[in-house]
């Protein structure tokens, strides 16, 4: 079983398949920061200064000494909020996420040509009406 599983990851798949992880893991960063840093403040700007991050309904009790306007305290707090706001800028993260996987796999595609099928040859019909001809020849 050693032997089996030693020889199921030497396969070149699961290195790559690693690779692409520790890879997505990485691109996923930067997207986060993209949408974060760069993006959510110009839509915010947009929508009149608005900041998705902050964007909560609470549900539950403010213990005492946390601001009830801040949503990482009142999370790390542990108050019941229903935090629209960062679904919203994780929906925008992963459509950013997925447009850009879409361009790099449509790239990949054109770059990577399928080779030219080879030339068909002759169908079993033609050759046994090309063998019937000889033998009538005969």
Partial sequence: MLSEFREFIA???????AVGVIIGG??????????EDIIMPVVGAIFGGVDFSNMFILLGD?????SPT????LKEAGVAMF??????????????????IFLLVKTVNKVVRKAPDAPAGPSEVDILTEIRDELRKR
Avoid: E
């Fill in 11 to 17: 396969r070149g798949n699961v290195i790559d398949l």
């Fill in 26 to 35: 990485a691109f996923a960063t930067i997207t986060k920061s993209l949408t």
């Fill in 62 to 66: 403010v213990p005492a000494g946390v």
């Fill in 70 to 73: 801040d949503y990482a305290k």
């Fill in 83 to 100: 935090g629209y706001g960062a679904f919203i800028t994780a929906t925008i993260n992963f459509l950013i996420l997925a447009w850009i």
